[in-house]
């Protein structure tokens, strides 16, 4: 069982990034995505997930209207999209996968985690 995050990297303030998470030797269809981010002398944060029942999804406040959360099924990969970036959201960003339908923001609930990918947002 293996996620791998990548797509990060540097970018100005208010470009884009997408990111991607794929996984290998298990199925994403029956599994809750998340993705974390923590920054260094910070918390991890949980920002966005997205449900394996019904593809709900849920996004911290401060990343709202900016990030995008999406699944490819057929690909194995869940993909954050993220706009408008602002330095704040520097951090090393972590997919995880968790057994169950619909996601949550809480780190702890899930099993699978990436290695992490680094996004730097400069001013």
């Known amino acids: 069982v293996q996620l791998v995050e990548s797509g990060g990297g540097l970018v100005q303030a208010g470009g884009s990034l997408r990111l991607s998470c794929a996984a290998s030797?298990?199925?994403?269809?029956?599994?809750?995505i998340g993705w974390f981010r923590q920054a260094p002398g910070k918390e991890r944060e949980g920002v966005s997930c997205?449900?394996?029942?019904?593809?709900?999804?849920y996004y911290a406040d401060s990343v709202k209207g900016r990030f995008t959360i999406s699944r490819d099924n057929a690909k194995n990969t869940v993909y954050l999209q993220m706009k408008s970036l602002k330095p704040e959201d520097t951090a090393v960003y972590y997919c995880?996968?968790?057994?169950?339908?619909?996601?949550?923001?809480?780190?702890?609930?899930?099993?699978?985690w990436g290695q992490g990918t680094q996004v730097t947002v400069s001013s």
């Open positions: 995880a996968a968790d057994h169950r339908e619909l996601c949550v923001l809480y780190g702890s609930e899930y099993d699978y």
């Open positions: 030797g298990f199925t994403l269809d029956y599994y809750a």
């Open positions: 997205i449900s394996s029942s019904d593809g709900s999804t």
